[in-house]
T-cell receptor, first 116, second 113 residues
């Protein structure tokens, strides 16, 4: 079974530039998450999708971050414009959890972003 | 607000030792995930449990719902077990699906040969 695919693996940009990350979850997984993990800290949830709808984006800095999952399959996360403090690993995860469910999460290998 | 507390923060042990990592969580969390993260690597989900005990190879995870406590045990530890182990709680989301995880701060485990 293919895992959660993320690209790019690494990205270096200058502050105020824009960047986009892509995630393809495990086939059939309804729920998709984007996490931000700053060095030395645990992951922080940015946004959660259930199919193509947003379930939770309360911690997404909406002035600069946006995410979409238009067809309920793969997803993109965008930062525009980037700040130095956005340097982190951006992790995508998916699960088959549906209504009332708790299921194991599967994580991608992450995109390491460095903002200079 | 959901909370997860994990201990110890750092643990160094000799190869072969029995390892225990503990996790306490707040009311509202209905399932516990144990995750493993190697340096520079992605996160691997080890277990998801909402009751009882699960075992996979040398790894055992237990959860006590009444005490809101979970433990991850590693038997016959090996240097390749060296990693950060993270417990994370999820809650049932009334709108459908598992909520995003609330993460503990992680336990940095080093197994010395």
């Amino acid at each position: 079974e293919a895992g959660v695919a993320q690209s790019p693996r690494y990205k270096i940009i200058e502050k105020r530039q824009s960047v986009a990350f892509w995630c393809n979850p495990i086939s059939g997984h309804a729920t998709l998450y984007w996490y931000q993990q700053i060095l030395g800290q645990g992951p922080k949830l940015l946004i959660q999708f259930q199919n193509n709808g947003v379930v939770d984006d309360s911690q997404l800095p909406k002035d600069r971050f946006s995410a979409e999952r238009l067809k309920g399959v793969d997803s993109t996360l965008k930062i525009q414009p980037a700040k130095l403090e956005d340097s982190a690993v951006y992790l995508c995860a998916s699960s088959s959890a549906l209504v009332g469910g708790n299921e194991k999460l599967f994580f991608g290998s992450g995109t390491q972003l460095s903002v200079l | 607000k959901n909370e997860v507390e994990q201990s110890p923060q750092n643990l160094t042990a000799q190869e072969g030792e029995f390892i225990t990592i503990n996790c306490s969580y707040s009311v509202g969390i209905s399932a516990l995930h144990w995750l493993q993260q190697h340096p520079g690597g992605g996160i691997v989900s080890l277990f998801m449990l909402s009751s009882g005990k699960k075992k996979h190879g040398r790894l055992i995870a237990t959860i006590n719902i009444q005490e809101k406590h979970s433990s991850l045990h590693i038997t016959a530890s090996h240097p390749r077990d060296s990693a950060v182990y993270i417990c994370a709680g999820s809650s049932m989301y009334s709108g459908g699906g598992a909520d995003g995880l609330t993460f503990g701060k992680g336990t940095h485990l080093i197994i010395q040969p």
